[in-house]
């Protein structure tokens, strides 16, 4: 199946509003890359109203410091999940994800915590790792304040955040807690393995590139003899047995697919409930590109059904 058509458009879109000059973002800096990207932000809109929207500051393992924001949906959130953004581990921030988080909370009724993790290359791995840990473990301990005792916990991410939701959610598992009722993975980076078959297939060629997912790596971890370390590359841990029950997502047309469904399938293979939906004629990325791809809406409304009940069925 080919790219949907409103994924066609917005290309097209994108394309014209480069112009012909532009260059790809794989060949800019970090800093310049941030801001030819940061303008996706005005294609999200303001996102939903919420009850309160706070932001914290959290102390990382090494004494720097990284923001979250609590996004209360209602005066009794049913859940607590803890959101943790794309963009490669370079990219992107609160405000970028702001619109999808108010409308994960909303769509959920679950308190939702985005943490703003620090990015490389200036705090390259494991920054992003030990921070996405801290957030976890704070999000825990103020879980019954953000909704109640019981409340279900919930891990979740795309892209590198679900790299990072899968790391920590197994950390959490070698560390007797936080108890997490699901992780969340949606297109999550697992191998620093650019030889499968999805990189190479021309379609899969648009939003994020295999050009430009090397630039990741090399920004993120720039040594390649170190990108095996399970929290690096959470596919090749030891076992992932044991971890809490799963939602992966992955899209069609998307360099991460392979990576992202043997994820999937190593957690079925090793006894984890999991739940994987491939996205039909869809590329990397659209889940966050909210108020923009209509299959970002449905995938969110799968994503808030499964937080309100809980329930990842086996398929």
């Known amino acids: 199946m080919a790219l949907d058509q409103a994924t066609l458009k917005f290309l097209a879109g994108m394309a014209e509003a480069g112009g012909p000059a532009a260059k790809p973002l794989w060949e800019l800096s ?33 004494g720097g410091t990284f923001r ?55 705090h390259p791995f494991p920054v992003p790792v030990e921070d996405a840990w801290t957030a976890l473990e704070w999000t825990a301990a103020h879980a019954t304040k953000l909704a109640g005792g019981t409340a279900p916990l919930f891990v979740a991410g795309d892209s590198a955040g679900g790299t990072l939701a899968a790391v920590v959610a197994r950390r959490a598992r070698d560390a007797d807690g936080p108890e997490l009722a699901g992780q969340i993975l949606v297109y999550p980076a697992t191998d620093a393995d650019l030889g499968r078959p999805s990189y190479s297939e021309p379609e899969n060629q648009t939003f994020l590139t295999t050009e430009f997912m090397q630039w990741f790596w090399d920004h993120y971890l720039p040594d390649p003899a170190k990108r095996s370390a399970p929290d690096a590359s959470p596919l090749r841990a030891e076992s992932l047995a044991g971890l ?72």
């Open 30 to 62: 970090p800093a310049e890359a941030r801001i030819a990207s940061g303008g996706l932000k005005e294609l999200y809109g303001p996102g939903p109203e919420v009850r309160s929207s706070t932001d914290h500051v959290l102390t990382g393992h090494d």
């Open 68 to 122: 979250v924001r609590v996004l209360l949906p209602t005066e009794e959130p049913t859940a607590v999940v803890l959101y943790l953004h794309g963009g490669g581990w370079v990219l992107e921030d609160l405000d970028g994800y702001d619109t999808l988080g108010r409308q994960l909370a909303q769509k959920s009724g679950a308190a939702v915590v985005l943490a703003e993790y620090r990015k490389a290359p200036e």
């Open 244 to 315: 809490p029950p799963a939602l992966v997502i992955t899209g069609e047309h998307d360099v991460l697919r392979d990576e992202g469904e043997a994820y999937a399938e190593r957690l079925r293979a090793e006894h984890v409930a999991v739940e994987h939906h491939r996205w039909a004629g869809q590329m990397h990325a659209f889940f966050s590109l909210v108020n923009v791809l209509p299959a970002s809406a449905e995938a969110l409304e799968l994503v808030a059904g499964k937080i309100r009940d809980g329930s990842f069925a086996p398929n």
